[in-house]
Nanobody
Framework: QVQLVESGGGLVQAGGSLRLSCTAP????????MHWYRQAPGKAREWVAS???????DYADSVKGRFAISRVAANNTLSLRMNMLKPEDTAVYYC??????????????WGQGTHVTVAS
């Protein structure tokens, strides 16, 4: 059973910062693309940021310049540093792992989510 385990959520004032972490099994983290998604109350889940194992990263426009995604290979951890948080960043944040594009093997994995609440 593959498990992605998120941590680091909490309550923060607008303008503050949080760091989310997602730990994955070694065999998953070494090969898979890793992403952060979020789901606000009453809204669909949306993509936030991605990090491939070759160092490529990408961000949703809504978080570009405020959030930073990184992979720490030493401890199989995907990190999301969130700065200048806004009330609209309030959501459950999920970690996702999927095989590299074009792969004919593997499957997607999701974490259980971690809550982030930004107070105005």
């Amino acid at each position: 059973q593959v498990q992605l385990v998120e941590s680091g959520g909490g309550l923060v004032q607008a303008g503050g910062s949080l760091r989310l972490s997602c730990t994955a099994p070694t065999n998953i983290f070494a090969i898979y693309e890793m992403h952060w998604y979020r789901q606000a109350p009453g809204k669909a889940r949306e993509w936030v940021a991605s990090a491939a194992r070759n160092g490529w990263t990408d961000y949703a426009d809504s978080v570009k310049g405020r959030f930073a995604i990184s992979r720490v290979a030493a401890n199989n951890t995907l990190s999301l540093r969130m700065n200048m948080l806004k009330p609209e960043d309030t959501a459950v944040y999920y970690c996702k792992a999927n095989p590299p594009p074009g792969s004919s093997w593997g499957r997607d994995y999701w974490g259980q989510g971690t809550h982030v609440t930004v107070a105005s």
